[in-house]
C-alpha cells in the first residue's frame, strides 16, 4: 500500500510563506486524485483542504482558497503545497493523501508541523 512522507512545515511568521512536500512510495500516476489535509491542534478530525486529480484540476476549501496552490509531480511521486498569506489559524499538522471524496485513504504519515506565529 502507498505511503507518503510529509516535510517541508516551520514556524513561519504572519503573512508568510512555505512550501509543503510529500514524497509518496508508489508510483502516483496511477491515484485519481490526491489531497492536502490538515489537523488543528486538540482535534481528532483532519480537513480536507487542497485536491487535484490526474488531469490537474484542482479544488480547494474556502479558507485556503486563493492563498494555497497545490500541484503533482507524477514523474517525481511527490504532492505540494505552496501557502501564501499564513495566518495565525493555519497552525496545524498538515498531511497527504489519497483524496477521500473519490478513493479510500491510505495510512496517514507523520504529517508536518506548520506554525504560523510572530
Known amino acids: 500500500q502507498v505511503q507518503f512522507v510529509e516535510s517541508g512545515g516551520d514556524l513561519v511568521q504572519p503573512g508568510g510563506s512555505l512550501r509543503l512536500s510529500c514524497a509518496a512510495s508508489e508510483d502516483i500516476s496511477r491515484i485519481y486524485s490526491m489531497a492536502w489535509y490538515r489537523q488543528f491542534p486538540g482535534q481528532q478530525r483532519r480537513e480536507l483542504i487542497a485536491?487535484?486529480?490526474?488531469?490537474?484540476?484542482?479544488t480547494y476549501g474556502d479558507a485556503v482558497k486563493g492563498r494555497f496552490t497545490i500541484s503533482r509531480d507524477n514523474a517525481k511521486n511527490t504532492l505540494s503545497l505552496q501557502m501564501y498569506s499564513l495566518r495565525p489559524d493555519d497552525t496545524a499538522v498538515y498531511y497527504c493523501?489519497?483524496?477521500?471524496?473519490?478513493?479510500?485513504?491510505?495510512?496517514w504519515g507523520q504529517g508536518t508541523q506548520v506554525t504560523v506565529s510572530s
Open positions: 485536491g487535484i486529480d490526474i488531469g490537474g484540476s484542482t
Open positions: 493523501n489519497t483524496d477521500s471524496r473519490w478513493l479510500t485513504l491510505a495510512p
